[in-house]
């Protein structure tokens, strides 16, 4: 008799632990946590939910890193959580022809060991500890990606146990060149369709993975937020020409630096921090190996902080990058341009931040930012009525490589942005609302006040910097005035967000759907309807199945 999945319990000392994630908002209280080794468990554990009574009123969730922002994983309404981060190998597979990767398997997992193993890399994230099993659902991005495009463009199979009866689950290997257009659809889903939709991942199939840089050139620089507070001007002027810089590089356009060198090796996130953090910060990493790559640097850095440096003197001064920003920790270090190996590098700025609570949202931008969102982003940062060191807005660089696979390629559909923004606020409980002598999540849940600041602050930037449509990054609508919509994509699902959902965020008339997938939704429902009909896999914004068309009968 095969061995019995481990299974943790209330009573188990992990329980705790397992049955939450990274963002220390959300705490399930399932009836155990399945801690997977192998495809076969995750079968046997889905054949025993799906076989419960119960399971039809709750949910059975899935985690590889414990990355999710929301509550889609750990929450009061799920039964089952399948932990899979024990299946976390990587390795050549000769009978695919094809690198594996394991959905347990972490971004530093999938980094260091396709990298010794080969010399290749996945253009995935920075933060270590995500795991593969969401990120690459997601279409997942990172500091190659200019270079390289991203994670799902390197997609060949996807090995998920699905259960299209409700009843019975089916261990499916779904390919790239699969015959049967059922099992295109469902590789391509997991080009972008985000994770807990299909069924459970179990492993990934890659070929033609791209090779980094052997070097790279890092540098990290910050600017103190007194000198912006005497001269807003140059904050603006920072935001505007960072904005502009990229959208420069993808029309052609601006100045001839741009397009003398190729900056696609160049990845770049810009930190904006609320002024009482102390300084904003700016992260970069380009092709160490290109002779001209410190020169390129300079001048990039030369061309977003103009005016920053008078004949007497500097207004805005360059400072080290000293203080945690985010998901990134302390790059004091980094301060002066480094040549690392592409290895050590990734291992440098692996970071994840400390475990606390945190809210969320993203926006793709097509163009530079206008006028009114650069005065937005200005007036919440430097909100006098919101104190947070730890809440920002992270503008990464975009576009490249990126930009060139068609938006219905992958079920990613923007192919066209040259930012991508992250709004983000953290924050720990900091009250013993139970009164029990301890801060732990009972606080939080005891007392929502402790939350209500930091929700009110992001959802209140988010809309005032999208309120020309509707309080989110629309997507190009025929309906809308094209002024309305000229510099927005919508939404990144692996940065998901509920309050898409809801209209009194959301007044746009675009669904949180058209945010995340565009046209690409149409094609996701279809595939939801071969694989999971019943639904058994779902959350907050995850795909639905078609709705039944409706017929009116003649009298």
Known sequence: MPAQPIEVCPDDGRYDALRRGFNQRWVARPDYVVVATSTDDVTASLSKFLADPASKARRITVRS????????????????????????RVYFDTSMDAYCVEAGAT??????????????????????????????????YGLLSRMSGLTVDYLYAVEVVTTADGKTPKVTVARKDSAEPALRDLW?????????????????????????????????????????????????????????FFAHERAGTGPAFIHHHDYR??????????????????????????????????????????????????????????????????????????????????????????????????????????EGQIDAIHR????????????????????????????????????????????????????????NGVFDYRDAEKDPTIAAPHLKWIRNFYQDVYRSTGGVPAVADPVLPASLTSNTDGAYVNYPDIDLNDEAFNTSGQPWHQLYYKNNYAR????KKQWDPRNVFRHGQSVQPPRPATTTSRS
């Open 65 to 88: 890193g414990g990355h999710c922002y929301e509550n889609f994983v750990s929450a009061a309404d799920v039964g089952v959580i399948i932990d899979v981060s024990q299946m976390n």
């Open 107 to 140: 971004n530093w997992n999938s980094t260091s060991q396709l990298y010794r193993l080969s010399g290749r890399a996945l253009p995935g994230g920075s933060c270590y500890s995500v795991g593969s099993g969401g990120h690459i659902s997601g279409g997942g």
């Open 188 to 244: 391509w889903a997991h080009t972008g369709g985000g994770g807990g939709n299909f069924g459970v991942i179990t492993r990934y199939w890659f070929r033609d993975l791209p090779e980094p840089p052997a070097q790279v050139l890092l540098r990290s620089i910050a600017w103190e937020w007194k000198d912006f507070l005497e001269r807003p001007d140059l904050f603006k002027s920072l935001v505007r020409r960072y904005g502009e």
């Open 265 to 370: 090796d160049m990845f770049t996130l810009l930190k904006l921090t609320h002024m009482s953090a102390g300084k904003v910060g700016l992260i970069v990493q380009m092709d160490g190996t290109e002779e001209h790559a410190p020169a390129r640097l300079q001048a990039f850095l030369d061309y977003i902080t103009e005016g920053f440096v008078s004949e007497v003197g500097p207004y805005i001064a360059e400072t080290a990058l000293d203080q945690q920003m985010g998901e990134h920790g302390p790059q004091a270090e980094l301060f002066t341009p480094t040549r690392l190996p592409w290895l050590t590098a990734t291992q440098s700025l692996n970071d994840s931040g400390p475990n606390r609570c945190g809210k969320y949202k993203s926006a793709y931008h097509t163009a530079a930012f206008t």
């Open 380 to 435: 919440h940062l430097t909100d006098k009525h919101y104190s947070n060191p730890d809440a920002l807005l992270q503008v990464d660089s975009y576009g490249g490589a990126v930009n060139d696979v068609a938006p219905d390629a992958t079920a990613v559909p923007q192919r066209s942005s040259v930012l991508k923004l992250q709004y983000q606020a953290y924050w720990t409980w900091d009250t013993d609302a139970d009164e």
């Open 524 to 527: 996701l429902q279809r595939t």
